[in-house]
């Protein structure tokens, strides 16, 4: 069974940078068959997609959010990781990191969700 | 990329049947047959209910069906039961190669 597992600060400061970690479990960040997502959700607002990234180190990102994005991957550790700049209160919400299969973007597998509050 | 048109709110009573709807352009849900749809409980991560417009993941209900017709695509579920109270969201990839989510809908049963 994959397990995801979001880490980092749940507080962060107006115009730094957000830094989140995803450790995978049970699962490869090496597999062929799979990207490795970050997807975000405001509190009581929708789902919003924000990139992924292939074990290559391929990525693509949410085009609103591009300027500011960055995902890389740590094969040996199995982890992939987000960072987000010039954060805002705007960027307040629950980050969820994902397994999203290569054929049709359908994913599978997410992590429990991390909240992360913008606030000075 | 903008988001896909749900319906902000459906709602029905035990044992009907009740549909989603999710509109999006011939660059998203119209131009491919890759729409997943979640399911997700308050509090709790989405779960993964319908793959690639009309296919169901192994351990999820057969009252769950979905399909496509155009630029919109549908999630029915059938014999409503209190458990299916939650948000819906409907996702598709894109022509960027991006996903895109629709706004989500809250599936109330009376």
């Known amino acids: 069974q994959v397990q995801l597992q979001e880490s980092g600060p749940g507080l962060v400061k107006p115009s730094e940078t957000l830094s989140l970690t995803c450790t995978v479990s049970?699962?490869?960040?090496?597999?062929?068959?799979?990207?490795w997502s970050w997807i975000r959700q405001p509190p009581g607002k929708g789902l919003e997609w924000i990139g992924y990234?292939?074990?290559?180190?391929?990525?693509n990102y949410n085009p609103s959010l591009k300027s500011r994005v960055t995902i890389s991957v740590d094969t040996s550790k199995n982890q992939f990781s987000l960072k987000l700049s010039s954060v805002t209160a705007a960027d307040t919400a629950v980050y969820y990191c994902a397994r999203t299969f290569w054929s049709g973007y359908l994913v599978d597998y997410w992590g429990q969700g991390t909240l992360v509050t913008v606030s000075s | 990329q903008s988001a896909l048109t749900q319906p902000a709110s459906v709602s029905g009573s035990p044992g009907q049947s009740i549909t989603i709807s999710c509109t999006g352009t011939s660059s998203d849900v119209g131009g491919y047959n890759y729409v997943s749809w979640y399911q997700q409980h308050p509090g709790k991560a989405p779960k993964l209910m319908i793959y690639d417009v009309s296919n169901r993941p192994s351990g999820v209900s057969n009252r769950f069906s979905g399909s496509k017709s155009g630029n919109t695509a549908s999630l029915t579920i059938s014999g409503l039961q209190a458990e299916d109270e939650a948000d819906y969201y409907c996702?598709?990839?894109?022509?960027?190669?991006?996903?895109?989510f629709g706004g989500g809908t809250k599936l109330t049963v009376l």
């Open positions: 990234i292939y074990y290559s180190g391929s990525t």
């Open positions: 996702s598709s990839y894109t022509s960027s190669s991006t996903q895109v």
């Open positions: 049970g699962g490869s960040v090496s597999s062929g068959s799979y990207y």
